[in-house]
């Protein structure tokens, strides 16, 4: 997902809410981590804050 955000958007990183980054972890651990993904962004979904 980074890597998206970085590539493909522009961003210089991404801040996950600790629930996600806790799925993240439980779907590595299950092998999750080798399916192809579907990534989605809408102009709501960036930070206009300043970094």
């Known amino acids: ?3 998206i955000c970085k590539e493909i958007y522009g ?15 439980l779907y590595t651990k299950l092998g999750f981590d080798k399916l ?6 809408t102009h709501l979904s960036f930070s ?4």
Do not use: F, N, Q, V
């Open 11 to 25: 961003t210089e990183g991404m801040d996950l809410s600790p629930e996600a980054e806790e799925k993240i972890t």
């Open 36 to 41: 192809p993904i579907c990534m989605a962004k």
């Open 1 to 3: 997902m980074e890597i």
């Open 48 to 51: 206009t804050a300043p970094t």
